[in-house]
């Protein structure tokens, strides 16, 4: 599981707010995001969510949920535990990150490369869904017996 694991989310979300206060006129904006992030959780996909907001989503999305967030990560990094799962992999064992939101921007800030990383997007559901973790198996190459979670 990856938000709020390899970065801390409190500090995170108040320095966002604090952005969004700054911001103030991009109101109608946060309320796009607000429903964006409902429909999400009610386990809509992609395109259906889309379709439901208005043209400028896509956009708003990138910006205020994968970018401006990615520069807050960067200062807000767990840096033992990174540095423990880094040495965890140079001894052998393999780092699989998933989460419900896009990883990329994320895993970069954090300046973390894990052995395989998947997102909601590309399990096709939300964790802890049981069909979307499953298809971790063959990345693991191991018995679930041998795996770690949070």
């Known amino acids: ?14 320095a966002m707010i604090i952005e ?10 946060f309320i ?6 409902n429909l999400y959780e009610k386990g809509m996909s992609e395109q259906e969510r889309l ?9 708003i999305i990138q910006e205020w949920m994968i970018n401006r967030p990615a520069k807050h990560i960067k200062h807000n990094k767990d ?11 140079s001894k052998g064992s393999k780092i699989i990150i ?8 994320k895993l970069c800030a ?12 590309d399990m096709g559901c939300l964790k802890p869904e049981a069909s979307g973790l499953l298809m971790l198996v063959p990345e693991l190459k191991t018995d679930f017996a ?5």
Do not use: V
């Not at 969004?20 to 904006?29: A, S």
């Open 98 to 105: 998933c989460s419900d939101y896009p990883l990329k921007e």
């Open 20 to 29: 969004m206060l700054l911001h103030f006129w991009k109101l109608p904006d």
């Open 32 to 37: 796009i995001i607000n429903k964006y992030r």
């Open 51 to 59: 379709k439901k907001l208005p043209n400028r989503t896509s956009k």
């Open 146 to 150: 041998n795996c770690l979670s949070s």
């Open 79 to 89: 840096e033992e535990l990174i540095k423990q799962l880094k040495i965890c992999q």
């Open 110 to 121: 954090l300046d973390f490369t894990p052995d395989f990383s998947c997102d909601a997007n």
């Open 1 to 14: 599981d990856f938000d709020g694991t390899l970065y801390y989310q409190r500090p995170l979300r108040i």
